[in-house]
């Protein structure tokens, strides 16, 4: 519910009230109609002249067209409402997922955090659009007919009722039976999608170790259960249709009946032209009784599948960023050093730290690298820098200050940072190189070109249109190598103190990574360069150079000091190169 | 992902041949559908009769007012109510048949649908999407079975209705039948042409859709550069236009087609007025019964709602017959022949394996291997080395069979592969793919797979052997933890486990496919010693990029373009200095 409010501007209420008007005037009008047939029957017994009933007829007609009308602008007003709602709840999930840390975006998954921006909230705006004139007029009948019927005998009241009665409880008790297996029934259907996929990612290495009963088991299970479930549901579920049908073929059945016998009971003398239109004028509306209820059935309905939506945004929604920055806007005159102290990081409920009691310090201008076997810490430790995660014991300073002071944008333009994994984004080649906002001013053509050539993209110059060229999402369009140096390119046009290298260089060909290096040194002599690196030739120049083995600090030093002091780092050489080649 | 709509409207190619499909396969039901029909047809001719029993009694009511026969009225309604709740049984049959009949047809397309996947030749899996066999799975399968069960329950009752109401309208009162029924369907042409205009702001909308998943999408994925580039106010900006552009196309579309219900309503009134004075004029000269009026506003409604329903469902079935058409495309593929009749078998397998004359492509007419040919001695580690495009895997698809030879043959202790079963052929070898393949389950599970008796301390074995053990435990759950999309594990973890895997599974032979490509150097160095103590006196493929990592194989033999253009040791490649030194020494070129 308060999703739903906190998501409505003051015109969607203004419109909500309109609204509201609107229905009460369709409502009227509608249960208006039929009580002309009361005045009709009469006439029709003493059989009035034609003038009579087209007068009669007139009127009706102007009913009907008038609430036609009104439904049509009640729907008008509905359907905005709806898609304003979902405008700026989608806006607000978009932005609060922006504001999450790394940690927050993988516990959600990536997969997850997008149906529900998209999927989720266009299921509730499917639901609020159907939902919400139903939700206003189907009380409003029921209370307005009822009123008409019961002003009458009270018979027909206690028809109706009953009438009404039986149908709520079959409902309840259908929704009741089915409503657990209907929450199920996503979670079984994504099981049967992922073991399906799942056999298909791993079809060679089904066939290889003849897992193919294994798969098919699996597989059967999962469609077994989804197929039981379903089952269950839809054979609750078919009670409905059935039963509203008997109900409302009876109803009029015994409306009319209860008319008979209270016509038979009526003394003679009293029986009036009118006594059995009366009658056939309630039927109908005891008719509208029943269909507004039966409409607050579909609510029912696709109530359970929209709570299950409502709970997965409220969870995105309730969710605050688990990472908050400072006041501190930046210093600008000691500029690009970072120290580590005591630094222990481990995921949240893992069993042991990724990273234990790191200690270091670097200063402006230096290059710094990190190497060490797969599941080292080294990427998770450069993360710390910017923020991505936060130490769990330990301090990180940056020019001095600690990084949980500085306020998250100030931290974040201080540094360059370049992922491992290429990440582009549709638009053209400049649009990617000036991303984001770098805190100073727009980055000039020059600018660009320089860090294209310090990035070795010279290829920018052969693409259809330079920097002006389209790159399509996921930069499907260029090469793995492509991206890589347009994604350097993009950390160095922002002109960072401190670039970080997030173990960017392994995906390049020896020979662009020497060239990248030189040119590093050269043109940005002044920016600190952390680098992590797999390969010992990418940092063997480095001022300083970090060995981590399981979480720890198991070396510190030049290449050649470490290769004498580091049997890590130099078990590491040696896998790469031979003796005489060091 | 964005799921593809389930509410597109495809059209099948072949309407014929779909129907016969699909009706082939509900042969088993037939008894079940045919009872359905049945019922719904007592159902509809109970309904039918319904007005003109409504009728009988306001006839009886107003022609006797006075003096009306209260015994005569309870009989005709306790013989309508029975009739009523009849229905509404059989009613219930018909909904409890067609849904059981749709569950288990659905279950029956889905688990054939997955049996084939692990029959069809992977020159078939090769060319299709993941996402499009699996929109298969579920998608076409779902589409099919919910709407299979309503159609052709509907459209049967709903010509029934349609043509009995008609039938009894002009019965009862020609001249009140052509007005109203006229009306209908002017009212009908009418929502046609609203619904044609909303159609361009439903394309809109989806478009506009499409554009925004996109964007969340990119943008969801690229998380780490946004935060580090601080571009969330500019993700930002652009999502608010693109969601403005989808607010106006939405409400447009919504509005327009919901304009159907109260056009059909304000038709429904419309009639419903025509009834009462028409009738009453027709009724005062005598020409009809005061109870046809009240028998007709029903008939009226039996007339409408059929006609709405039958122009849904054609839309709806053609939907369907192009789901179905989708799925038995699928499951009319050719399958993997069967080899029950291939008695030869390899046990105790020594591991010389024979290329002879191999030859081979994707497509007959650009031959990837021309003239393949190699002998492998029992217990040699042979690497296979070469530029991208070479041919390597292709080796790996033809000796495992994924793919079968176009000329000359593969033989393994001197029995050629096609002699022997696929299923014994794949006990031979223990694979590692360059593609990790971790499925959702526990470590310990991926570990083991499908190898039966394997216990929990060869496991931690083989998982200490490829440095794996420290890491798992730093996992919430250890060896139990579940590896869903979720887990955080590195592209190399996931090798080491499938490598891991392997090491269980501990078969004669070994084939690795780029198998380290993704771990370091120096873990590289480590697993190689626990492969080379696993490989001790069996024969091994190893298909490497990084030379380094094939300096002491056995054999290495040189692919360039799909032949052997070198072979022999490392030492005595390099001295030779042909082409496999070049490819080493470009490693070191500054």
């Not at chain 1, 259907?189 to 088991?217: S, W």
């Not at chain 1, 310090?361 to 076997?373: L, M």
């Not at chain 1, 940056?398 to 949980?404: A, F, H, N, P, T």
Request: net charge positive; aromatic share 8%.
């Amino acid at each position: 519910m308060k999703l739903f409010l906190n998501n409505l501007r003051k015109r969607d209420y203004l419109y909500m009230l309109v609204l509201v008007g609107l229905i009460v005037v369709m409502v009227w009008l509608e249960l208006e109609i039929p009580k002309y047939m009361k005045d009709i029957t009469p006439l029709i017994l003493s059989g009035a002249p034609t003038s009579k009933f087209l007068k009669i007829g007139a009127k009706m007609l102007l009913c009907a067209i008038a609430s036609g009308v009104a439904t049509i602008g009640a729907g008008f007003l509905n359907s905005r409402i709806s898609a304003s709602f979902s405008m700026r709840l989608r806006y607000n999930i978009f932005s609060k997922v922006e504001s999450f840390s790394l940690e927050q975006i993988k516990r959600f998954s990536t997969a997850s955090l997008i149906t529900r921006s998209t999927n989720d909230v266009m299921q509730l705006q499917m639901f609020l659009s159907m939902g919400l004139q139903v939700a206003i007029r189907a009380p409003i009948t029921a209370i307005w007919a009822l009123c008409d019927i019961s002003s009458s005998h009270w018979q027909y009241s206690v028809a109706t009722a009953v009438s009404v009665a039986l149908l709520i409880v079959t409902i309840v008790i259908a929704v009741a039976l089915a409503m657990p297996k209907f929450k199920k029934m996503q979670v079984l259907t994504d099981n049967i999608n992922r073991t399906a996929q799942e056999n298909l990612e791993g079809v060679r290495v089904v066939r290889a170790y003849n897992a193919e009963n294994f798969e098919k088991e699996k597989f059967e299970k999962a469609n077994d259960a989804l197929t039981k479930n379903s089952l269950f549901t839809s054979r609750v579920m078919s009670i409905m249709n059935p039963m509203m049908n008997f109900i409302m073929s009876a109803l009029t059945l015994v409306i009319y009946w209860i008319g008979a016998i209270i016509l038979a009971n009526t003394p003679v003398s009293q029986i009036t032209a009118e006594s059995f239109g009366e009658t056939m004028s309630f039927a109908s509306i005891a008719m509208h009784v029943v269909m507004s209820f039966m409409l607050v059935t579909m609510i029912f309905i696709m109530l359970p599948r929209a709570i299950v939506s409502i709970r997965r945004l409220n969870e995105v929604l309730n969710t605050n960023s688990n990472i908050v920055g400072g006041d501190y806007m930046g210093n600008t005159n000691n500029v690009g050093e970072v120290e580590f102290r005591n630094v222990s990081f481990k995921y949240p409920d893992a069993e042991e730290y990724v990273l234990r009691d790191i200690s270091f310090s670097i200063s402006q201008g230096e290059s710094v690298a990190f190497i060490g076997s797969t599941g080292s810490g080294k990427s998770t430790l450069v993360n710390l820098i910017p923020r991505f995660y936060d130490a769990t014991d330990g301090e990180v300073f940056i020019d001095g200050v600690e990084i949980k002071d500085y306020n998250l944008k100030a931290l974040r333009n201080k540094i360059g940072y370049i992922s491992q994994k290429a990440i582009m984004f549709s638009g053209s080649v400049k649009d990617n190189l000036v991303f984001g906002d770098n805190g100073k001013n727009e980055q000039t053509n020059e600018d660009l070109d320089e860090a294209l050539k310090i990035a070795c993209a010279n290829f920018v110059e052969k693409m259809d249109g330079g920097k002006d060229a389209f790159i399509s999402q996921g930069g499907t369009n260029v090469s793995g190598g492509q991206k890589q140096r347009l994604s350097i390119a993009r950390g160095l046009a922002r002109k960072p103190e401190i670039l970080i290298f997030d173990d960017t260089f392994s995906a390049l060909d020896f020979k662009t990574d020497k060239k990248l290096r030189s040119n590093l040194k050269k043109y940005l002599a002044s920016a600190t360069k952390i680098i992590v690196a797999q390969r010992i030739g990418t940092i063997k120049d480095c001022n300083q150079i970090i060995v981590l083995n399981d979480g720890k600090i198991v070396g510190k030093g030049t290449h050649d000091e470490l290769l004498k002091s580091c049997s890590v780092y130099k078990e590491i050489a040696l896998s790469q190169l031979s003796e005489e080649e060091l | 992902m964005p799921r593809p709509d389930r509410r597109s409207f495809g059209k099948p190619k072949d309407t014929k041949k779909a129907f016969k499909d699909l009706f082939l396969y509900l042969k088993p039901y037939v008894v079940a559908i045919v009872f359905a029909v049945i019922f719904s047809i007592i159902v509809t001719i109970i309904t039918l009769a319904g007005p003109s029993f409504i009728e009988e009694i306001t006839n009886l009511i107003t022609k006797n007012i006075t003096n009306i026969p209260l015994q005569k009225v309870a009989k005709l309604c306790i013989i309508i109510l029975t009739l009523y709740a009849l229905s509404a049984i059989l009613n219930y049959a018909v909904g409890f048949i067609m849904s059981t009949v749709s569950n288990l047809f659905s279950k029956k397309l889905r688990k054939d649908i997955s049996r084939k996947i692990n029959v069809l030749p992977l020159s078939y899996l090769d060319h299709t999407t993941h996402g499009d066999m699996l929109s298969r799975i579920t998608n076409d399968v779902d589409l099919i079975s919910s709407n299979l069960s309503n159609s052709i329950i509907t459209l049967l009752t709903s010509a029934l209705l349609l043509i009995g109401s008609v039938v009894m309208m002009f019965i009862k009162s020609w001249l009140l039948a052509i007005c109203v029924i006229s009306l209908s369907l002017l009212g009908f042409v009418f929502i046609a042409i609203i619904m044609k205009k909303s159609q361009k702001y439903f394309v809109r909308q989806q478009s506009s859709l499409g554009q925004l998943n996109g964007h969340v999408e990119e943008i969801y994925t690229g998380h780490t550069i946004v935060k580090a580039y601080n571009a969330e106010e500019e993700a930002k900006e652009k999502f608010t236009s693109i969601n403005n552009e989808l607010y106006n196309s939405a409400w447009k579309s919504q509005f327009l087609s919901g304009l159907m219900m109260p056009i059909m309503a304000l038709i429904g009134n419309i009639g419903y007025v025509i009834i009462a004075v028409l009738g009453a004029i027709l009724c005062i000269e005598n020409k009809i019964d005061i109870g046809v009026i009240a028998s007709f506003t029903m008939y009226i409604g039996y007339f409408s709602r059929p006609l709405n329903q039958i122009a849904q469902i054609t839309t709806q079935l053609q939907s369907t017959l192009a789901a179905s058409e989708r799925v038995f495309e699928v499951l009319n593929q050719n399958e993997l022949e069967n080899e029950n009749y291939k008695t030869q078998k390899i046990e105790n397998c020594k591991g010389k394996v024979v290329f002879d004359h191999v030859r081979f492509g994707y497509n007959k007419n650009t031959p990837i291997i021309k003239d393949f040919s190699a002998v492998v001695k029992p217990g040699q580690k042979v690497a296979i080395v070469g530029p991208t495009g070479a041919g390597k895997t292709t080796i790996v698809n033809l000796l495992m069979r994924f793919y079968e030879v176009d000329g000359g043959q593969i033989l393994i202790d001197d029995i050629p592969t096609t002699n022997i079963t696929r299923e014994n052929l794949h006990d031979l070898f223990s694979m590692v793919l360059q593609d990790t393949w971790i499925f959702n389950g526990t470590v310990k599970d991926n570990v083991v797979y499908s190898k039966e008796n394997v216990s929990a301390d060869e496991v931690v074995e083989a998982c200490k052997s490829v440095g794996l053990h420290h890491f798992i435990k730093t996992l919430p759950n250890g060896y139990d933890t579940m590896l869903s999309e979720n887990t955080s594990i590195s592209a190399g973890q996931k090798q080491l486990l499938t490598i891991a895997r392997a090491m269980i599974q501990n078969s004669p032979m070994l084939i690795l496919d780029e198998a380290t490509s993704s771990v370091d150097t120096r873990l590289e160095l480590a697993i190689q010693k626990a492969i080379n103590k696993l490989t001790k006196n069996r024969t091994a493929f190893i298909i490497a990029h990084r030379l380094s990592t094939i300096k002491n194989a056995d054999l290495i033999l040189v692919m360039q373009n799909g032949d052997v253009v070198e072979s022999g040791t490392h030492k005595e490649l390099l001295e030779k200095g042909g082409f496999y030194a070049e490819l080493y020494n470009s490693q070191f070129e500054d």
